[in-house]
């Protein structure tokens, strides 16, 4: 099985230039092309990844972050003691940067250590959950797409999913 796995990329190179050799194409012209092409949706999207990494540092800068993260930390101590303020902070973070998110990771693992419950819940949370508000951002942006209709509320309902199932299994864990 370990083997499969280096050999799929190569072979699926292998075959599609042998698809287009089939084909009676020019495989050369076809990657320029793809190429050009990629490199216009990097230019589309550059203002947007900007404009999104400026935000989220300046909030994590400003505090802004810590204070919501102190905020709901409290109305979830209501329901329990034992859960950390920094998994809020988490959470939040994570909905708009994952490389930020994998900062605040590293320190709760620092802190609490990676076999305790925050540390088994940052894991869970950053492999369950998707950084909402950058890929729609992305994504929407490179495909134009100005009608987003559900997509904001099926992606955050699906992130919450994700965060309780990681507080879940890490509580049995």
Not at 82 to 100: G, R, T, W, Y
Not at 112 to 128: E, H, K, M, R
Not at 147 to 166: N, Q
Request: contains cysteine; neutral net charge; glycine residues 8%.
């Amino acid at each position: 099985m370990a083997h499969l796995s280096t050999i799929l990329i190569p072979a699926l190179v292998f075959y599609i230039i042998a698809m287009g050799l089939s084909q009676k194409k020019d495989i050369y012209a076809c990657f320029t092309k793809g190429a050009k092409d990629g490199i216009k949706t990097v230019i589309d999207i550059v203002p947007t990844l900007i404009g999104l990494m400026i935000a989220v540092g300046v909030l994590r800068a400003s505090g802004f972050l810590d204070f919501i993260g102190g905020i709901m930390g409290h109305l979830v101590s209501l329901l329990t003691t034992d859960f950390p303020n920094e998994l809020i902070s988490l959470f939040i973070v994570k909905l708009f940067s994952a490389s930020a998110a994998t900062g605040l990771a590293l320190d709760i693992f620092k802190e609490y250590g990676t076999d305790s419950f925050a540390g088994l819940v940052t894991s869970l949370a950053l492999a369950s959950t998707e950084t909402v508000f950058y890929t729609m951002s992305v994504y929407f942006m490179a495909a134009k797409v100005t009608k987003t209709r559900w997509t904001l509320a099926g992606a955050l309902l699906s992130t919450f999913a994700g965060l309780v199932a990681s507080v879940v299994i890490a509580g049995v864990l």
